[in-house]
T-cell receptor
Framework: EAEVAQSPRYKITEKSQAVAFWCDPI?????LYWYRQILGQGPELLVQ????????DSQLPKDRFSAERLKGVDSTLKIQPAELGDSAMYLC????????????FGQGTRLTVV | AQSVTQLGSHVSVSEGALVLLRCNYS??????LFWYVQYPNQGLQLLLK??????LVKGINGFEAEFKKSETSFHLTKPSAHMSDAAEYFC?????????????FGKGTKLSVKP
């Protein structure tokens, strides 16, 4: 069964360090999303890609977060420098096209900043 | 602006009992509505969705939800709880006609099932 792949599953980093997460969407899915889920809360959208273009990054803290999807397939989310408050689950999702198709989520990367 | 409110951060039921998880939305137009389930340290799995077709929506694992515009609600139900239903459940909304992956989530309801 096709699934969204994320790595690493778990990451511990020290504050002020750089950290990156990788996502490989389901094959053929043009739309890719990154969400952040703080413990005890619902996920919050950080960025949405359509192919290689960003279509919504209104909630992305651009002073420290960046995201790219250079070839319109896999994607990387980076945090530099990491802060204690960035500890959360980072979820990637993808959909075949933005309209009329639901998103499928990966298992996430659990980030702990110490 | 759209928002979602899930009443009850924690619900506990006995195995075999009715499951009712509540979700109310706030939106200027009826949105698309979704219920997702999340097991510990896992991603989210779609249970069901409402996209302006039938107001009673049936999903996986015996769950269903009814869209009630007059009450701005989309409560999730299951007639008989199973131990495997213990998880966290999230209600979410998206703009009608917009991206179904661009979602606003509620804070979640953790469901416990007692033997």
């Amino acid at each position: 069964e096709a699934e969204v792949a994320q790595s690493p599953r778990y990451k511990i980093t020290e504050k002020s360090q750089a950290v990156a997460f990788w996502c490989d969407p389901i094959s053929g899915h043009a739309t890719l999303y990154w969400y952040r889920q703080i413990l005890g809360q619902g996920p919050e959208l950080l960025v949405q890609f359509q192919d290689e273009s960003v279509v919504d990054d209104s909630q992305l803290p651009k002073d420290r977060f960046s995201a790219e999807r250079l070839k319109g397939v896999d994607s990387t989310l980076k945090i530099q420098p990491a802060e204690l408050g960035d500890s959360a689950m980072y979820l990637c999702a993808s959909s075949w096209k933005p309209m009329n198709t639901e998103a499928f989520f990966g298992q996430g990367t659990r980030l702990t900043v110490v | 602006a759209q928002s979602v409110t899930q009443l009850g951060s924690h619900v506990s039921v006995s195995e075999g009992a009715l499951v009712l998880l509540r979700c109310n939305y706030s939106s200027s137009v009826p949105p698309y509505l979704f219920w997702y389930v999340q097991y510990p340290n896992q991603g989210l799995q779609l249970l069901l969705k409402y996209t302006s077709a039938a107001t009673l929506v049936k999903g996986i694992n015996g769950f269903e939800a009814e869209f009630k515009k007059s009450e701005t609600s989309f409560h999730l139900t299951k007639p008989s709880a199973h131990m495997s239903d213990a998880a966290e459940y999230f209600c979410a909304v998206s703009q009608p006609g917009g991206s179904q992956g661009n979602l606003i989530f509620g804070k979640g309801t953790k469901l416990s099932v007692k033997p």
